[in-house]
Every structure is written in C-alpha cells, then in structure tokens.
C-alpha cells in the first residue's frame, strides 16, 4: 500500500538492522486519517470471505483493527494480555514468547465472544516472527472458530513470521513488506519484482 509505504519512509525511523521504529503514526501517536484508509485496503482485500468478527492483540492492532471493522461492519475483540478487573468469565488463553522483546504473556479472550460459527479476520500491526499471530490463531480455533486471513500492516519479510503462517495455510495479505533495515535504510518488497519471479 503506497501510502503506508511512503508514511513509514517518512515518519519510520529503522533503530537497528531488525527494528523499525513507527511511534509517530502507530505504536505511540495514532495517524487517524492513515488508519482509516488502512481498514479500508484491508475491508477491500477481504470483501468476499464473509468475515464475521475481527480478532486483534493490545494495544497497537487495535487502531486499524476497529477501522476494519468499521467498514465491515462487524465486531473487534482484542486479545488482552494482562488480567482485566472486570475479565471474569471462562476464558481462551495461550502464551505468546516475544522473541524481539524477549518476554512471554499469557494471552486471553472471553469464551462468550467467539463461537463455532465466526469467520475471523486477524488483524495486527507488526510480523515479525509470528509469535503473536500465532497465540491468536491458536485462540481461534480453541473455539472452533475459522481464521479466514491475517491483515498485517508491516511486515519485515526477513523475518520467519509469514512463511509460518503461509505453510499452515493461513491467507496473509501485508500492505508494506520489508526486505531488509540495513544502515537506517528500509528497503521494501517490490511488487513489480515479485510479479516476475
Ligand atoms: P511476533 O509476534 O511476530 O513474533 O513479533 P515479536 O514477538 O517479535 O513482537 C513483539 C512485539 O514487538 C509486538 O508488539 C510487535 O508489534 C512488536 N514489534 C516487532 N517487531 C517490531 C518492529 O520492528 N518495530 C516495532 N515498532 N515493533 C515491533 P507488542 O509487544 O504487542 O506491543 P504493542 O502492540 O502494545 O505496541
């Protein structure tokens, strides 16, 4: 997606040759306007998969995963990951190791907000090893619910998180991909490239 593209060339900052830094649009200050069209690109991607609920992860998937669902019209649960005082009813849990943060957390959704039934769309910010895609899905199907595809707004493709998710035969659809962060310089996938290959 161009515009998510040309955003983090011009507000990213790449801290080392494995982290991007996007405070100023995602993790920290919200680009509203951006996160708008993002759930508009990704309501478009899945438009035909009759997508029922949307699934995210706190705290930065849930910006674009409620502007998804504004366009699809259907709910965003997110998968908490710390106790809620009010969170007190039979819950979906599994844990999510960070290998980039180096920490695990127990991860959670209320059993009433997903059922057998649901056609689920995972949405998150970052891929990266697929750690926390992977918890999601695991909560999922848990339920029994169907993962029908996974929204990723930045994906770093040097990473091992989409290739896992793709040889479980998840449907992922980024909307920047990057190759490398070598020297402060994000290099993206070439769509044009990829065509030829
Ligand atoms: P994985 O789920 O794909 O395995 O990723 P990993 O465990 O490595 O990432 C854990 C956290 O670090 C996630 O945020 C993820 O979004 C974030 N992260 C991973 N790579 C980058 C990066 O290059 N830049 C930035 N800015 N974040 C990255 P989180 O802990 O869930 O935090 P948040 O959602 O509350 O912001």
Redesign the pocket.
């Known amino acids: 997606m161009r515009l998510l593209e040309e955003k983090i060339l011009s507000d990213g900052e790449a801290i080392s040759k494995?982290?991007?830094?996007?405070?100023a649009f995602l993790?920290h200050q919200i680009d509203s306007k951006l996160m708008f069209e993002i759930g508009k690109e990704f309501a478009k991607l899945f438009a035909n998969e009759e997508i029922t609920k949307i699934v995210t992860?706190?705290?930065?998937?849930i910006a674009p995963a409620v502007m998804t669902g504004l366009q699809l019209n259907v709910p965003v649960i997110f998968a908490r990951?710390q106790k809620s005082l009010t969170l007190n009813e039979a819950l979906l849990t599994t844990s999510?190791?960070?290998?980039?943060?180096n920490v695990t957390n127990n991860i959670s959704i209320s059993k009433k907000y997903l059922n057998d039934n649901d056609k689920i769309l995972i949405i998150?910010?970052?891929?990266?090893?697929?750690?926390?895609?992977l918890g999601l899905v695991d909560l999922i199907h848990q339920a029994n619910a169907t993962v029908v595809g996974i929204g990723i707004l930045i994906e770093?493709s040097f990473?091992s998180?989409a290739q896992k998710l793709k040889d479980l035969g998840l449907r992922v659809e980024s909307l920047a991909r990057i190759e490398s962060l070598e020297n402060g310089v994000v290099n993206f996938i070439s769509e044009k490239v990829e065509e030829l290959i």
């Open positions: 494995e982290v991007l830094k996007v405070d993790n992860i706190e705290s930065s998937g990951k999510v190791h960070s290998f980039t943060k998150d910010d970052f891929l990266a090893n697929g750690q926390a895609a770093k990473q998180g």
